[in-house]
Nanobody, 124 residues
Framework: QVQLVESGGGSVRAGGSLRLSCAAS????????MGWFRQPPGKEREGVAT??????TRTYIDSVKGRFTISQDKLTFYLQMNNLKPEDTAMYYC???????????????????WGQGTQVTVSS
């Protein structure tokens, strides 16, 4: 079972930056699809970005393309968030799921493991 712990959330003014971190207890290259999700107040959770370590494929939702970057360094995953907007305010979660070697990795998968979440608040 993969354990995930997020950190790095906080409050920032619009236009600012934050970097979220997710420490994973284990990662299998080409098999552990990692994702960042968020749930704004009163809204459903949405997938923000994914990465498949060892393959390097990344996905982003349209609203964060060019502003957010997902990356990985060994057992730690990051979400660098630049030019933050008030609509980015949400609880952010990292998640993981096992996929076939080098297979499809996207927010549409049923992610099995979740962190506890970290709050990001962007003020105008």
């Amino acid at each position: 079972q993969v354990q995930l712990v997020e950190s790095g959330g906080g409050s920032v003014r619009a236009g600012g930056s934050l970097r979220l971190s997710c420490a994973a207890s284990e990662v299998t290259y080409r098999r552990t699809c990692m994702g960042w999700f968020r749930q704004p107040p009163g809204k459903e959770r949405e997938g923000v970005a994914t990465i498949l370590p060892g393959v390097g494929t990344r996905t982003y939702i349209d609203s964060v393309k060019g502003r957010f970057t997902i990356s990985q360094d060994k057992l730690t995953f990051y979400l660098q968030m630049n030019n933050l907007k008030p609509e980015d305010t949400a609880m952010y979660y990292c998640a993981a799921v096992d996929v076939l070697g080098g297979g499809h990795c996207s927010p549409t998968l049923g992610f099995a493991y979740w962190g506890q979440g970290t709050q990001v608040t962007v003020s105008s």
